[in-house]
């Protein structure tokens, strides 16, 4: 569910709210009662949270990637080397 950010025309108050996309736009600030409208956002990059994500599955690697996706010598292919043999 997205957060949405919200501006009040009578006070000038901003504030976000976590909705749904199929729930309605607010429409009454939550503290003068004024006319509130939905803010154009930039947007947000996908948030990992957790211990652990980075270091486990994205950290750099320095050993060999013999036996997966690309052979120990960076070949697209197994080259002769030994260690690159499926």
């Known amino acids: ?4 950010e919200y501006k009040c ?8 709210k976590f ?10 600030c939550p503290k003068c009662k004024g006319k509130v409208r939905r803010l154009i ?4 990059g996908v948030i990992f949270k957790g211990t652990g994500f ?7 690697n320095n050993a060999p990637a013999c036996g997966r996706d690309m052979p120990c010598c960076g070949r697209d292919t197994p080259c002769d ?6």
């Open 9 to 16: 025309e009578t006070c000038g108050y901003v504030f976000e």
């Open 54 to 60: 980075y270091t486990k599955d994205y950290a750099k």
């Open 81 to 86: 080397n030994k260690h690159c043999e499926s």
């Open 19 to 28: 909705q749904r996309m199929s729930d309605r736009p607010l429409d009454v």
């Open 41 to 44: 956002s930039g947007g947000t």
């Open 1 to 4: 569910m997205p957060t949405y």
